[in-house]
């Protein structure tokens, strides 16, 4: 089911098939594969990296992303998106999921991750299988019933869910697969995604690194 989906560390992925699928590249090795389509969850420098998209885009390369991203990428082949979009890119369907925080705070009342900030994740179809990214975020209304083979899920807590919270996201998810993210750099490590793979009700698939 993780056939050909590498773990680039972070919430970075790179997914190989018919079409060269990225999520969120940064820190990208030199001589990384050219992308078809670059998928970008929001603007924090963990995420969005102008000269890691640069290094894999050719002439076709398609980047998706939040405003807060897309305008900052002159030149660059775009499609813009909010929250709840269904989008075309390079020839992959993909649907726009919110990403926010709901308990992880920066200062009283205040999260990291706003709801209006329109940071997003994205559910997209390649070669028959249905992967979700979740992006910088707590477990939220939103991933009810998203029914897909893989969800890539962050699990380090202080700036999005904890390993429980991701245990309990599986369930409103309905994945099939489970893989960790978002630990090993900013926050977190693989102790997180270790206590997913002992806690989750779903099966869990602990990616190592390559880039």
């Not at 680039?8 to 590249?25: M, N, Q």
């Not at 499609?79 to 999921?97: N, Q």
């Not at 700036?159 to 090993?184: F, K, L, Q």
Request: charged share 20%; aromatic share 8%.
């Amino acid at each position: 089911m993780v056939e050909g989906i590498e773990w680039l560390g972070h919430d970075s992925f790179r997914i190989t098939g018919s079409r060269v699928v990225y999520i969120d590249p940064w820190k990208l090795a030199p001589g990384a594969p050219q992308a078809d389509v670059i998928l970008v969850t929001h603007d924090h420098f963990d995420h969005f990296s102008a000269p890691d998209i640069a290094a894999i885009s050719g002439p076709r390369t398609v980047v998706v992303g939040p405003a807060s991203v897309t305008s900052q990428l002159a030149g660059a082949t775009t499609v813009t998106v909010r929250p709840g979009d269904t989008v075309e890119a390079g020839g992959v369907p993909v649907t726009v999921v919110p990403a926010y925080n709901t308990n992880k705070f920066r200062a009283p009342g205040q999260v990291f991750h706003e709801k209006g900030d329109q940071n997003v994740g994205y559910v997209f179809d390649l070669d028959g299988r249905r992967i979700y990214h979740a992006g910088d975020t707590d477990a939220i209304a939103e991933m009810d019933g998203l029914d897909v083979d893989v969800a890539l899920l962050p699990v380090s807590g202080t700036y999005v869910m904890t390993a429980e919270e991701a245990a309990e996201a599986c369930e409103t998810i309905d994945a099939r697969v489970v893989v960790p993210m978002h630990y090993g750099e900013v926050a977190g490590s693989v102790d997180d995604a270790e206590r997913l793979l002992r806690i989750c009700p779903y099966p869990v698939k602990i990616l190592q690194k390559s880039r």
